[in-house]
């Protein structure tokens, strides 16, 4: 399963050592893999990286049932098991290292230390290796112990405070959204650390937190605090800032719409009827103030019309609008695919399966041809590739499970 051959992308020729599991390193070398990165996914033996347990849902035979969420995280990886507590697997990380681009690990402040691989002895060991280290709440500070959950941190961090139907309904993000924009700001340092290398000849310590991930999205609402002195609040569907812009319903369901400027209100008024200089009307910031009448006389007009033909209507005035789509629909959306959004690989258990794809898209220069990497490799078995490693370093295998 190695990638050491045929390997495409821009990071081709770079090896990633993931130390991390559950989700924001993991995602982070995921990332990072997509891109043609060699990325050899080191894990505890016997169980593996925490997310192999969670579940359900999980499939394939009773016998040997894999967690869809491990493979939401792992694909293009390779698998090799070691207890960093004990000599063979300080060994074995220490020859990984050596040859390592970058390393990747996601344990609280201290532990790296405590096994013999701080910085410093990492350092000393490959001076170009960029080290990636993702925390729940930061590396130093008052509360640099605490363990880091994706759902405790969406509280702490507020963005609960912003999500619901309410100020008296705080609500979690549907995807474990600190962790995924922790390992997205990680691949991030990692690539800028990998540009510095080539000046300097030298890697270094990029640190990035849960906390800092989701603080560094605030965006407007941030500002509102920091700038104008209001503490938002959850509000539904509807936008803080902007209006007519949210979910609104029509005869047989709901739709989307972005009323973002004053030529699109100007559209959407006489598309419906509508007076766009009434009072409380006039302005943006009038129809802020006045939501939710603005919403009444949205839904109102939208009565009178299905889903569907509310959409074409849309469309046809030049308004952004869109729907509710679950997501076997998404999945199933021409568009989706068209966009490499779906990529097939064959598992050694399951067989062929799909996979949400990767996000970016290369193009080579002058002839716009796709260099994308279109191919990709199943998420590792437990240890899968252990024996192909250890040849590779040169180093003798060892029992199953003994490692």
């Known amino acids: 399963m190695s990638r050491t051959d045929n390997a495409r992308g821009p990071l081709a020729g770079h090896l990633v050592v993931d130390l991390s599991r559950a989700l924001a390193g993991p995602h982070a070398g995921m990332m990072l893999a997509d891109l043609g990165a060699r990325v050899i996914k080191v894990e505890n033996p016997g169980t593996g990286d925490d997310t192999r347990g969670w579940g359900p849902p999980f499939v394939g035979p009773a016998n040997d049932l894999q967690s869809t969420y491990f493979m939401s995280c792992n694909r293009n990886k390779e698998s090799i098991s070691l207890d960093l507590k004990n000599s063979d697997g300080q060994e074995v990380l220490r020859g990984l290292l050596e040859r390592a681009d970058v390393v990747i690990e996601n344990f609280r402040p201290g532990v790296m230390e405590r096994l013999g691989f701080s910085p410093s002895a990492m350092h000393g060991l490959n001076p170009r290796l960029v080290i990636l280290s993702i925390t729940g709440f930061g590396h130093d500070g008052p509360e640099s112990q605490r363990s880091g959950y994706d759902q405790i941190l969406q509280g702490e961090a507020g963005l609960m405070s912003l999500t619901g139907s309410g100020p008296d309904d705080p609500q979690r993000v549907g995807v474990p959204i600190a962790d995924l924009l922790a390992g997205m700001n990680g691949a991030f340092g990692v690539l800028a650390a990998l540009v510095e290398r080539e000046r300097t000849g030298r890697g270094q310590v990029v640190r990035t937190s849960l906390l800092a991930s989701l603080i560094g999205v605030h965006a407007f609402q941030g500002t509102r605090t920091t700038v104008a002195g209001e503490v938002p609040e959850a509000q539904g569907n509807h936008h803080p800032s902007i209006a007519p812009y949210g979910l609104f319903n029509c005869k047989d369901g709901s739709v989307q719409i972005s009323v973002g400027s004053e030529r699109l209100w100007a559209s959407f008024a006489a598309a419906f ?65 068209s966009q490499g959004l779906v990529v097939d690989v064959d598992h050694p258990v399951l067989g062929k399966v799909s996979l949400p794809g990767p996000p970016l898209r290369f193009f080579a220069p002058g002839d716009a041809a796709e260099t994308t990497v279109t191919e990709h490799d199943a998420p590792p078995l437990l240890d899968e590739d252990g024996p192909a490693i250890r040849e590779w370093l040169g180093l003798a295998t060892v029992a199953a499970g003994v490692s």
């Not at 009038?286 to 299905?306: L, P, S």
């Open 273 to 337: 009827g509508l007076e766009p200089a009434a009072p409380g009307f006039a302005s943006n910031a009038e129809r802020v103030r006045n939501r939710a009448g603005v919403i009444a006389a949205v839904e109102r007009v939208f009565a009178d019309y299905g889903a569907a033909q509310l959409l074409q209507k849309l469309n046809d005035a030049g308004i952004p609008a869109g729907k509710v789509r679950s997501l076997d629909e998404v999945y199933a959306w021409e568009q989706v695919a």
